[in-house]
Every structure is written in C-alpha cells, then in structure tokens.
C-alpha cells in the first residue's frame, strides 16, 4: 500500500524577501522562513534594525535596506538580485479616526502603503520570476478588516478589502506560471505599533470581546501561517484568505 508522504514544510533552497521586516509581524516571519531554511532578506526603511534582526536571525539573512514607497529602488531592488521563490508583502501603516477626520494626507499614507505599494513589490517581484520560470508563493498581510468593517478603520479597512481582490485577481494572473498568491489575516497583534492602542482599557476590552479565544494576538501566531502559505504544505492554495483572527469574524 502506498502511504500518502506529508508536505515538506522546509524551504531549504529557497529565497524570500519580507518588507517592513525590522519588527512585529515582518521580523516574526522572517525568523519563521529562516528557521525552515530559507535564504532570507529582511527589507525596510530603517537600516540599523534590520542589520541587528539579520544578524540575530542568522542562517544566511541579509539586510536591505529600501523604501518600498519609493516605486523606481523597487524595480531595481528586483532587478539587481536573483529571483525569490517566497515573498511576503507585509509593509503597511494605519491611522485610526473617524471617517469625518479622514484628510487627503491621511488617505494618500494608508492608501499608497497599504494598497499601492503592496502592489508594484509584488509586481517587481513577479516579473524577475517569470522571466526567470521561477515557481513560488506571494503572501500578502491583510487583516481581518479586509473580510469586516470596524469603526475608525474606513481607511484601514479600504486598503485591506481592496488588498483581498488585489490578490484573487493576481492569483488568477499567475497561476499558469507556478506562483501563487494568498493573504493572511489576522485580527489584533500585540506589536510595537499596536501595543500603545492596548493601553486604553476600553478599547483593549472591546477587542478582547470580538476575539472568542479570548486574548490578543501575538507575532507566534502568524508564524506558522506564513511557513504554511511559503511551503509545499500549501502547493493547491492560491486566490485565497488565511484568517487568524481567533473567531472575531465567526459570528
């Protein structure tokens, strides 16, 4: 009898590339695919902090230090290295309020991180695979409130729901060339960006009260997601939404 084999959940061969890798969710997974055995390279703004986190990752990550804002350094980030098979877009920004205190200024910074630039890195990206017949996996970092609304998040919330279509239609587009396209998306993550909004006792029990398993979300939670959506565990997988919201959008 034939015994079904388990899907590798190692990346040993592979290259990936996390944006907005300096900390919280971007760093947590850059240590999750460099653990598996990916060759990883940590990208953001700041220099310093992603140096410190490759160097403390170690297994061959490198940093590189890049303005995914910046459209032309990254078509040339792309275009100056090989080809990755694994890319999470994880980049992103929010700013809670009302949607009658929206300003331009405000759109114009979640909208063109969250949504803009989320979409020409993995354009960059895509066209070094392609051209190179690379096979791999995108993973982009939605959220929750790309499935639901809640309020102060209407600039939040249009970037991530417009994220989701975003990736169904270049799943569509990419799937006659082996590369796959999913999201993750998760409820409330204690990270350093966050963390201050946890403060607030009533909006910290508010939250507490959406997520039925009863506590905030931590950067190990999306850990495994990321290994699973990165590896050939996930290989039928494409168009799709991992949520890890600990059952807010159950109900």
């Given at each position: 009898?034939?015994?079904?084999?388990?899907?590798?959940?190692?990346?040993d061969?592979?290259?990936?590339?996390?944006?907005?890798?300096?900390r919280?969710?971007?760093?947590?997974?850059a240590?999750?695919l460099a653990?598996?055995?990916?060759e990883?390279?940590?990208?953001?703004?700041?220099?310093?902090?992603?140096?410190a986190?490759?160097?403390?990752?170690?297994?061959?990550?490198?940093a590189?230090?890049?303005d995914v804002?910046?459209?032309?350094?990254?078509?040339?980030?792309?275009?100056?290295?090989?080809?990755?098979?694994?890319?999470?877009?994880?980049a992103?920004?929010?700013?809670?309020?009302?949607m009658?205190?929206?300003s331009?200024?405000?759109?114009?910074?979640?909208?063109?991180l969250?949504?803009?630039?989320?979409?020409?890195?993995?354009?960059?990206?895509?066209?070094?695979?392609?051209?190179?017949?690379?096979?791999?996996?995108?993973?982009?970092?939605?959220?929750?409130?790309?499935?639901?609304?809640?309020?102060n998040?209407?600039?939040?919330?249009?970037?991530?729901?417009?994220l989701?279509?975003?990736?169904?239609?270049?799943?569509?587009?990419?799937?006659?060339?082996?590369?796959?396209?999913?999201?993750?998306?998760?409820?409330?993550?204690e990270?350093?960006?966050?963390?201050?909004?946890?403060?607030?006792?009533?909006?910290?029990?508010?939250?507490?009260?959406k997520?039925?398993?009863g506590?905030?979300?931590?950067?190990?939670d999306?850990?495994?997601?990321?290994?699973?959506?990165?590896?050939?565990?996930?290989?039928?997988?494409?168009g799709?939404?991992?949520?890890?919201?600990?059952?807010?959008?159950?109900?």
């Amino acid at each position: 009898m034939a015994i079904p084999q388990t899907p590798s959940l190692r990346l040993d061969g592979h290259r990936a590339v996390v944006t907005g890798a300096g900390r919280g969710i971007g760093l947590g997974a850059a240590a999750a695919l460099a653990a598996a055995g990916a060759e990883v390279t940590l990208v953001a703004r700041t220099s310093a902090e992603i140096e410190a986190a490759a160097a403390e990752i170690g297994n061959g990550a490198e940093a590189a230090t890049l303005d995914v804002s910046n459209l032309d350094a990254v078509a040339a980030f792309f275009e100056s290295r090989e080809p990755f098979h694994v890319l999470v877009n994880n980049a992103g920004t929010n700013r809670p309020k009302p949607m009658w205190e929206v300003s331009e200024e405000d759109y114009d910074a979640v909208l063109d991180l969250n949504l803009k630039s989320a979409f020409f890195v993995a354009q960059a990206c895509v066209k070094h695979m392609i051209e190179t017949g690379t096979q791999g996996s995108l993973i982009h970092m939605g959220s929750q409130m790309g499935h639901v609304g809640g309020p102060n998040r209407s600039l939040y919330c249009a970037s991530k729901w417009a994220l989701e279509g975003m990736n169904k239609a270049m799943a569509l587009d990419l799937a006659p060339h082996g590369i796959r396209s999913n999201t993750i998306a998760p409820t409330f993550i204690e990270t350093p960006l966050t963390k201050p909004f946890f403060e607030d006792e009533a909006f910290k029990a508010s939250v507490l009260s959406k997520i039925k398993l009863g506590r905030i979300g931590q950067v190990e939670d999306l850990m495994g997601a990321v290994l699973f959506l990165a590896s050939d565990a996930s290989a039928l997988m494409t168009g799709t939404s991992l949520v890890v919201d600990g059952g807010w959008t159950a109900e």
